[in-house]
């Protein structure tokens, strides 16, 4: 009884894995280290292997029988929305056609049951400050594109051969659990603020003038540590007999602005951070927050970090 984690090694996958790891679970990692970090797993067995690549399937097998797999959460994906736009045949490749791999391996040697990594970024600029599951999806980008085409394979494979599955929508990630873990890409907001302040450099905010509380854009901060624990609470559900949804929003219901952000780093290093104010960019929503009624009700779960608990623990595992 095995959990395979793929993206294992990266920043939200070793998260899981180190949960999983500290309530018990027997786990393997599948990783390409092209981003991931071997270090972050420890002793955890790795598989090293794109999942997209010819013969990535017949290995899955290999692996799923060699360590008695019964389940899987599937975080291995390309997730930079700018690359995204400029390589949206990779995207595919990687994003799509990796899980076609994961998912032909899983038949094979019937492991039934799956967590996939889905994101908000599914929902494109929905025109409700709180969304939720039902809403009609309408990604404006090929990464979010590719999570949504995700979604609808695990579906059509819980349909086709009874694949038990469920797609968890992350909104914006993050902070840190554990001082090694942290996210060490400079793609999100957190990562980027504090690299600006590392080096002394005025971090950006794309336009001031949207119609939000202090006219930045406002979105959903979820704390690493509380997303990892909702895969388990979804790989607990998929054990259950009765499963009414297969998608979830993880987020915190509760929204905060570039300059809450900003102000909050500020406060938590005890640095002054004057951003510099930049033209508007296109496709950025100006709102985005999860509704989380449904992961509340079904799955028993809800953030316990706020804002300032992320920040924090960037800040301590970067000093
Ligand atoms: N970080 C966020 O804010 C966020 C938000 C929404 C969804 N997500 C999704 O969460 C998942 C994990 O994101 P993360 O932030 O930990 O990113 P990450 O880049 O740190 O982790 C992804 C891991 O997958 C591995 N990988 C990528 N493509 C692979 C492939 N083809 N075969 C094998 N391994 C591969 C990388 O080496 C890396 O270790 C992704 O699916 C991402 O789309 C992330």
Known sequence: MTVLVTGGAGYIGSHVVRLLANRGDAVVVVDDLSEGIASRIGDTPLVQLDLATVGAKDKLVETFKNFDVTSVVHLAARKKVGESVERPDWYQEQNVGGLENLLAAMKEASVDKLVFSSSAATYGIPDADQVNEDFDCKPINPYGQTKLDGEHL?????????????????????????????????????????????????????????????GTCVRDYVHVLDLAEAHLSALDYLDGAEREFDVFNVGTGEGSSVL?????????????????????RAGDPAFLCADVSRIETVLHWRARHNLQDIIASVWKALG
């Open 260 to 280: 809450e952000v900003i102000n909050t780093v500020a406060s938590v290093t005890g640095k002054e951070i004057t951003p510099d104010i930049e033209p508007r």
């Open 154 to 214: 695990a579906q059509a494979a819980a349909a086709d051969w009874g694949l038990r599955e469920v797609s968890l929508r992350y909104f914006n990630v993050a902070g840190t659990g554990w001082d090694d873990l942290v996210d060490t890409q400079i793609a999100n907001l957190v990562p980027i603020i504090f690299k600006s302040l590392a080096e002394g450099k005025a971090p950006k905010v794309f336009g001031n003038d949207w119609p939000t509380k202090d």
